[in-house]
């Protein structure tokens, strides 16, 4: 652990709008920065988690232990909404607290004699559970990197993908797409590459998908679209950013049974075996919301809400644009990924701040392939994404 | 991960009472196996839940990210409830999705390089943990035990309390009381003697107290009340058993920040770490439970919980004791573990559930000092208990 740098990102940055607030006790501080939803959860969802609190106080609504990979209802409807036709049933679900947390089961799957590939950019847990299982060397200040660890990186130069035959080979690829931070999302014949390269490897991707639902255009929503990818990937998602739930706390893992070690031995049952072990599953209320969100009424409410955080990411790409910058993502992604050439991107969010009482979150965080860049979340209340929209336009016009 | 034993010890139970219902597909199975809650949750503590689950549809109410380490009042309540004099604050309470998951998540934290001692009988997921993380050498067919890792036997002819002057120092030490299975709890003066054990050997206790409200007399109900255990202790904790949460998942472990590493660092600085890297926080529909629970018309309705069980466990130790068996624990715990000398816990569990389509637990299942050894839980419908009593009786008269 002590190979860790400072602490991880998202703290790290609560922490500076906590003394940023200190600072200026009066200034209405808009949080642009975590990623964090804020609009309430439909009702059609919370009435189900309301019903199922009260149910757990008779007795034959009670129950106690689930089952460690979720419910079954749950694991037949996740199945049936975002895998049909893609032949991942049930049994190849495992409903979770959150992709976040499978992540580090994930990891522990894996354990600490596998070598890790991230993109670079990427959502730091990847790389921090590594550090923490000790898959990697020591962290090389001059270049910002781990020992150990292969960064992909993606970068407008290559249109966010990289060339696959100048990437080496490692025994774990993390991918996620639409991608958090840049928000780009891959194409089909990109992941096909992808596959493929993992086949040719012998390599398990790790592909988070938690954004999938933001997508607008024909980009896959699941790795599993691409022909081949049972037998080289783990898809991992969550009700986070479709429902609101980051606080109540929901996801899945999709660990398909064709997945197997280059033993032949099954991915899944080493992964049943730690969920079993290490978890005792997902709240039954938030597994309730689950169903709730997957009805046709609860689709209908979550496809509302990520229409409304869209409608966000709109805006501020457009102001962005007409301040003369360079913008990516947005499309397919609640995150904006902001181009700021030759500056660094601590220094950029320390003066969004200073100046505008704005936190965003600085891009070298997600690595050094993100450093020039700020990510601006489209997590917000609509007046508040305006409000931070007419004072960059200040700052920046 | 390819040293573990078979499954996880409660998953192979269900199996084999599923099997059973197989074969047996009319026979009223009674389950006194897996240490399941069965009663209802007090309403005072569901109608707090619904009341939350409702105000997340709201603006004022809906709140997305919570801190990894829990909501600052139930920190608080947990700490002025359960640790008020005993100098352990807020700050040092993690609130997290159940003590299973906190043991896993304290795993990482000492990572791979480090022993452990393990009370024989315990609770397996020390153990199983334990070889995930490599902790440990192969597993020793022979002696049924796992190599680097030390078996502290706790039987009735040590009380259930090990010599310690014959304990090997190791840097971990898992310790439950009221213990999982054997139900003994640690007096006063034993636990002494292992907090001094451990400050003579540097070593950190890991404590799990998920039983303690259970505890009907004297014996301390957290480690803490010993002097000097927060140098030297992390206890963990849960409201599963309490208030019939195993399905809701709500818990808590205390690193006071007075433990430090042998070079000084704070234990609880990297298990804040951890907890930030790999997990998102407890649901916040549950912490509004957890909240409820402490309140004070939420601990009397936990009180009558805990006071239900403890009727059932009256109930199977007099029957056992009726029949001329040697019977432990039960009286600070919702466990009796009834002795069957010289018989395979194995057999004893086939045979009662053959004979009396009764499910229990092996003790032979929570290490090799277990064996000859049954754990019959008390969490059942009262009917049930009584039912499953009779048949006991019929089959051992």
Redesign the interface.
Same mark, same amino acid.
């Given at each position: 652990?002590a190979k #860790?740098q400072a602490?991880?990102l998202?703290?790290e940055i609560a922490r500076r709008r906590n003394a940023h607030l200190l600072k200026y006790p009066d200034a209405k501080v808009i949080s642009l920065g975590?990623g964090?939803?804020?609009?309430?959860?439909?009702?059609v969802?919370? &009435?189900a988690?309301?019903?199922r &609190?009260?149910?757990? +106080?008779? #007795?034959e609504?009670?129950?106690?232990?689930?089952a460690?990979q979720g419910e079954k209802p749950v694991r037949a409807l996740i199945s049936k909404t975002f895998y049909s036709d893609l032949g991942i049933g049930e049994e190849d679900i495992f409903v979770s607290?959150?992709a976040? =947390?499978d992540?580090?089961r994930l990891q #522990?799957?894996f354990? +600490?004699n596998v070598s890790m590939a991230v993109q670079d950019p990427s959502y730091p847990?990847y790389v921090?559970?590594s550090v *923490? #299982?000790?898959q990697t060397g020591l962290y090389q200040k001059d270049v910002e990197k781990y020992g150990n660890i292969e960064y992909i990186r993606c970068t407008p130069e290559n249109g966010f993908f990289p060339d696959l035959s100048k990437v080496s080979r490692t025994d774990i690829i993390f991918f996620c797409s639409p991608n958090n931070p840049t928000g780009s999302s891959a194409t089909r014949e990109q992941l096909t590459q992808l596959v493929e390269f993992a086949k040719m490897n012998g390599s398990i991707i790790v592909y988070d998908s938690a954004y999938a639902m933001y997508i607008s255009d024909d980009n896959p929503k699941s790795i599993f679209e691409i022909p081949g990818a049972k037998e080289v990937a783990i898809e991992t998602s969550s009700f986070s950013k479709y429902a609101?739930f980051?606080?109540?706390?929901l996801g899945w893992t999709v660990v398909p049974k064709e997945l197997l070690f280059s033993d032949g031995f099954p991915v899944a049952k080493?992964f049943n075996? *730690?969920v +079993?072990? =290490?978890?005792?599953?997902?709240?039954? *209320?938030?597994q309730a919301?689950g169903l709730a969100c997957l009805s046709p009424e609860g689709l209908e409410a979550m496809r509302g809400v990520i229409g409304f955080y869209k409608e966000n990411t709109s805006i501020i790409m457009d102001t962005f644009k007409s301040l003369g910058y360079n913008v990516y993502g947005g499309k397919n992604a609640p995150y904006v990924w902001v181009s700021f050439p030759g500056r660094s991107s601590w220094d950029v969010f320390a003066e969004m701040l200073e100046k505008t009482h704005v936190v965003t979150t600085p891009g070298s965080g997600f690595g050094p392939g993100g450093e020039g860049f700020i990510r601006v979340s489209a997590?917000g209340h609509r007046e508040n994404v305006l409000e931070a929209c007419r004072r960059f336009k200040q700052l920046y016009k």
């Open positions: 652990m #860790l602490g991880y998202f703290p975590i964090d939803t804020t609009e309430p959860i439909p009702e969802i919370t &009435s988690m309301a019903k &609190s009260h149910a757990l +106080s008779t #007795l609504g009670y129950n106690g232990y689930g460690e607290d959150g976040k =947390c992540i580090t #522990l799957v354990g +600490s847990a921090d559970s *923490i #299982l000790g609101g980051t606080g109540v706390r080493d075996r *730690i +079993s072990t =290490c978890f005792n599953g997902a709240s039954n *209320i938030a919301g997590f």
